[in-house]
């Protein structure tokens, strides 16, 4: 969203995103809400609700150590069988692991390398959005998307 590269997301090969309404309740800032209204009225987001017990029981275990949208996202992608995308670490990391699965975790680095690979983004492309996110304190230990893809 800080890049302006959610509709990529419509492109992945083999990947559907969905974002959780506790999610969505979290955006507060106008501007970011309007970007992810757009993206799930352009059907490159769908969103997802905590509809059923299982999630529900899940949600409310995990809503006292974590946030409500992290807890969602937990619980929505563990009783689906779903991936997760965050660059959480900490608390949040060691659930999803837990309740998700080793593995299970896509970080915005990851999906990046997917947009790259689909052909959707070059590497310098991918490259300067990296710059722009690391004025926002996004940190990777890599100084362009060629040293992980090469």
């Given at each position: 969203?800080?890049?302006?590269?959610?509709?990529l997301?419509?492109?992945?090969?083999?990947?559907?995103?969905?974002?959780?309404?506790?999610?969505?309740?979290?955006?507060?800032?106008?501007?970011?809400?309007?970007?992810?209204?757009?993206?799930?009225?352009g059907?490159?987001?769908?969103?997802?609700?905590?509809?059923?017990?299982?999630?529900?029981?899940?949600?409310?275990?995990?809503?006292?150590?974590?946030?409500?949208?992290?807890?969602?996202?937990?619980?929505?992608?563990?009783?689906e069988?779903?991936?997760?995308?965050?660059?959480?670490?900490?608390?949040?990391?060691?659930?999803?692991?837990?309740?998700?699965?080793?593995?299970?975790?896509?970080?915005?680095?990851?999906?990046?390398?997917?947009?790259?690979?689909?052909?959707?983004?070059?590497?310098?492309?991918?490259?300067?959005?990296?710059?722009?996110?690391?004025?926002r304190r996004?940190?990777?230990?890599?100084?362009?998307?060629?040293?992980i893809?090469?």
């Open positions: 969203m800080h890049v302006g590269r959610l509709g997301l419509a492109g992945i090969p083999h990947h559907d995103f969905a974002v959780p309404d506790h999610v969505r309740e979290e955006v507060t800032v106008p501007e970011q809400r309007a970007v992810l209204d757009a993206a799930v009225d059907g490159w987001l769908a969103m997802v609700a905590c509809c059923n017990v299982h999630v529900i029981g899940l949600f409310a275990e995990l809503v006292g150590r974590l946030g409500r949208g992290e807890s969602a996202c937990i619980a929505i992608a563990a009783t069988g779903w991936f997760v995308a965050s660059d959480e670490r900490g608390r949040f990391l060691r659930e999803a692991d837990a309740r998700v699965g080793v593995g299970r975790v896509i970080t915005t680095v990851d999906l990046f390398v997917l947009a790259i690979k689909a052909g959707l983004l070059s590497i310098e492309e991918a490259d300067a959005d990296l710059l722009t996110l690391g004025s996004f940190r990777v230990s890599f100084r362009s998307f060629r040293e893809l090469e």
